[in-house]
Every structure is written in structure tokens, then in C-alpha cells.
């Protein structure tokens, strides 16, 4: 296993449309984060899943957001109708539930034009 | 509502110590981590502490802990170039639940 894969590692897409990212996580790992990261800004906290149960989601994540984990091992972030602003790095990490330990993928760069 | 904050820019010479600092609001912080990110590339988990630890040192990372004070700080020892980064600091209540992030301080070491 060689950590979290995301992909796309790039997206560019024009304003309206749909877009959707994967997110691989290390097998053994029950929990998945989604988080946001703008430029020149620290990650922020989108959703979390343990399994596939989603066990919190930031009011960031507006309703055009939508994230699902089906068999508590992929995930996928899907954004309706993208505006400007969603352009930003989404990243998502994994870990073992009560392990101290979350580790990050590359991440998917969303441009949106 | 949670507020981590840290210095926005630091430069060091290579060889130099690089001392990195991070102030937080949560009381309730129990896990406090430094991830390492370069450009175009995701979080590289550094090191962590846990809130009952003043100190926690692994080969040139020494992690600071003032709990009184909600002040974390990260040392770099012999800093290299390839130490030129963008360090966040984060906290977290639990173990495995979400991490709230500074908003990262740029690391330039100059040869």
C-alpha cells in the first residue's frame, strides 16, 4: 500500500458544471477526511466518514457538496454547478479510528474557469 | 471557536536552528501535530505531541509544549534546503477526529 491516493491530481472545469473526486484511502484505515485548502491558507475540515457512515460535515460544505464513502473504502466528492470560488486543493486524509495518526494524499487542484 | 495561529514567514541560514511557532485557543486540545508541505504536494506528518508532554524530540524536530500559555513551537536543528517548506501546525481534541490548521508559516533556508 503506498498511502492515500487522490485523482484527479488536476481539474479544470468552467463555471456550472459538476465535477467529481476520488480518494483512495490506506486499506486498513476506517476513517476518511475531506478538507479544503485555498492559496496561501491552511487546510479546512469539509466531512468525515467512519466506514461508511459520514460523521460530521462543516457548514463550508454547502449543499451543492455532496460526499460518500458506499463501502467504507473509496470516497468521492462531488460539487454541483462549481462556482469560482471553489477553486482550492481538496485533500483527503485517512486513519485508524483513535489512532493519533492522519496521513494526507496528494490532493486534487480544482481550477475552475 | 477553535483559532490556531502561527507567523506567516521565517528565514534561516542552512546550518542554522529554525524555530517555528504556533499559538492555539482550544482548551480542549489534546493532540497537537506539525505537517510539512512543499509546493504542489500534499501534508507530510512531521511529529506530534500529546497534551500531557511538555517535550517531544525525534532526531532534528524538538516540539515544544506550553499548555498555560497554548503555545506549541518546532525546532529544526542543522536546518537543510530541503527543509524549505510551509509548516502548518494542527490541533485536535481527539485522536482521529478532525484537524483544525494554522494557516501555515513559509520555511526559506538560504544556502
Known amino acids: 500500500d503506498t498511502g492515500v491516493s487522490q485523482n484527479p491530481r488536476h481539474k479544470i472545469t468552467k463555471r456550472g458544471q459538476n465535477v467529481t473526486f476520488r480518494c483512495d484511502p490506506i486499506?486498513?484505515?476506517?476513517?476518511l477526511y475531506w478538507y479544503r485548502q485555498t492559496l496561501g491558507q491552511g487546510p479546512e475540515f469539509l466531512t468525515y466518514?467512519?466506514?461508511?457512515?459520514?460523521?460530521?460535515k462543516s457548514r463550508l460544505l454547502s449543499d451543492r457538496f455532496s460526499a460518500e464513502r458506499p463501502k467504507g473504502s473509496f470516497s468521492t466528492l462531488e460539487i454541483q454547478r462549481t462556482e469560482q470560488g471553489d477553486s482550492a486543493m481538496y485533500l483527503c486524509?485517512?486513519?485508524?479510528?483513535?489512532?493519533?495518526?492522519?496521513?494526507f494524499g496528494q490532493g486534487t487542484r480544482l481550477t475552475v474557469v | 471557536g477553535e483559532d490556531v495561529e502561527q507567523s506567516l514567514f521565517l528565514s534561516v541560514r542552512e546550518g542554522d536552528s529554525s524555530v517555528i511557532n504556533c499559538t492555539y485557543t482550544?482548551?480542549?486540545?489534546?493532540?497537537l501535530y506539525w505537517y510539512k508541505q512543499e509546493p504542489g504536494a500534499g501534508l507530510q506528518l512531521l511529529t506530534y505531541?500529546?497534551?500531557?508532554?511538555d517535550m517531544k524530540q525525534d532526531q532534528r524536530l524538538t516540539v515544544l509544549l506550553n499548555k498555560k500559555d497554548k503555545h506549541l513551537s518546532l525546532r529544526i536543528a542543522d536546518t537543510q534546503t530541503g527543509d524549505s517548506a510551509i509548516y502548518f501546525c494542527?490541533?485536535?481534541?481527539?485522536?482521529?477526529?478532525?484537524?483544525?490548521f494554522g494557516g501555515g508559516t513559509r520555511v526559506l533556508v538560504k544556502p
Open positions: 486524509a485517512s486513519s485508524q479510528a483513535g489512532n493519533t495518526e492522519a496521513f
Open positions: 486499506s486498513e484505515h476506517n476513517r
Open positions: 466518514f467512519q466506514n461508511e457512515a459520514q460523521l460530521e
Open positions: 482550544d482548551s480542549s486540545s489534546t493532540y
Open positions: 505531541i500529546f497534551s500531557n508532554m
Open positions: 494542527a490541533e485536535t481534541a481527539a485522536a482521529g477526529n478532525k484537524l483544525t
